[in-house]
C-alpha cells in the first residue's frame, strides 16, 4: 500500500492513496498551521475507530439488521515528552439494538486482535468499553 502526502502551503498536506480519495491534513496553531484540515494524530484515531468499525460490522454481518446504531469513541493518550506518541487508546462502543452483547464483545475482541491492522500497528495500550443500549456491560 502506498500514499502521496503533497504539501499545500503552511503545514497542511493532501494525501491521496490508490483508492483515490484525498485527505487534507493540517497543524493546529500551535504547530503553525491553520487548522483546516484534521491534523495526523486525529486521523491516526479516526482510522484504529474505522478499521475496527469495519472488522465489527463484517463479523456482526449476520446480525446488522438488529442493531441500530453503532458509534465508537476513541480517547487517546499520549506522552508529555517528544515525540508525544500515544501511550493508550480506550475505545467505547455504544451500540444500540436488539442484540447479545457476547456477541458484540465477541466481534471487538476478534476485530482489534485478529483482524484491524491499525490496532495491530500501534504501540499503544488499547482498552475498550460497551455501552449497549444505554447500559455500561463488562466483557464475560
Given at each position: 500500500m502506498q500514499i502521496t502526502a503533497k504539501w499545500q502551503g503552511?503545514?497542511?498536506?493532501e494525501a491521496i492513496g490508490a483508492s483515490g480519495y484525498k485527505m487534507a491534513m493540517d497543524a493546529t496553531a500551535n504547530y503553525g498551521g491553520e487548522g483546516q484540515a484534521p491534523t495526523p494524530t486525529e486521523m491516526l484515531l479516526s482510522s484504529l475507530a474505522g478499521c475496527i468499525g469495519i472488522d465489527v460490522t463484517m463479523i456482526l454481518k449476520p446480525h446488522l439488521d438488529k442493531i441500530t446504531n453503532l458509534e465508537i469513541v476513541v480517547d487517546g493518550t499520549?506522552?508529555?515528552?517528544?515525540?508525544?506518541a500515544f501511550t493508550a487508546a480506550n475505545l467505547t462502543f455504544k451500540v444500540d439494538g436488539?442484540?447479545?452483547?457476547?456477541?458484540?464483545?465477541?466481534?471487538?475482541?476478534?476485530?482489534?486482535?485478529?483482524?484491524?491492522?491499525v490496532s495491530a500497528s500501534l504501540k499503544a495500550d488499547i482498552t475498550h468499553l460497551l455501552i449497549l443500549n444505554g447500559e455500561n456491560v463488562p466483557f464475560e
Open positions: 503552511g503545514r497542511a498536506f499520549r506522552r508529555e515528552e517528544m515525540p508525544t436488539d442484540i447479545d452483547a457476547h456477541k458484540v464483545w465477541r466481534a471487538i475482541k476478534l476485530g482489534e486482535e485478529k483482524y484491524c491492522a
